[in-house]
Nanobody, 117 residues
Framework: QVQLVESGGGLVQAGGSLRLSCVAS????????MGWYRQASGEQRELVAT???????TYADTVKGRFTISRDNAKNTVYLQMNSLKPEDTAVYYC???????????WGQGTQVTVSS
């Protein structure tokens, strides 16, 4: 089992910044990446950014150039620096960690990000 705990969400004005953190604990060796997804009200959950154990990074087109994902393996923590936030970035942001050998993902409980116009 892997436990993921997010922090750093909140309310910010458009153009502002927030930094999300996600700390992983448990069977860390069983995961091959960490990342962030988001789900706006009434919408499907969507990929924001991921970073593999080898450091390969993927961003959604909607956040490229504004968001930066990073990972501190010593602290089992992944970060999402969000700059130039827009109202359409408003969502619950979930930390994600897929397993190496089976098609199964671990999820955090989510943290709310609200961007006011």
């Amino acid at each position: 089992q892997v436990q993921l705990v997010e922090s750093g969400g909140g309310l910010v004005q458009a153009g502002g910044s927030l930094r999300l953190s996600c700390v992983a604990s448990g069977s860390i060796s069983a995961i091959n990446a960490m990342g962030w997804y988001r789900q706006a009200s009434g919408e499907q959950r969507e990929l924001v950014a991921t970073i593999t154990n080898g450091g390969t990074i993927t961003y959604a087109d909607t956040v490229k150039g504004r968001f930066t994902i990073s990972r501190d393996n010593a602290k089992n923590t992944v970060y999402l620096q969000m700059n130039s936030l827009k109202p359409e970035d408003t969502a619950v942001y979930y930390c994600n960690a897929p397993m190496k050998w089976v098609d199964y993902d671990f999820w955090g409980q989510g943290t709310q990000v609200t961007v006011s116009s």
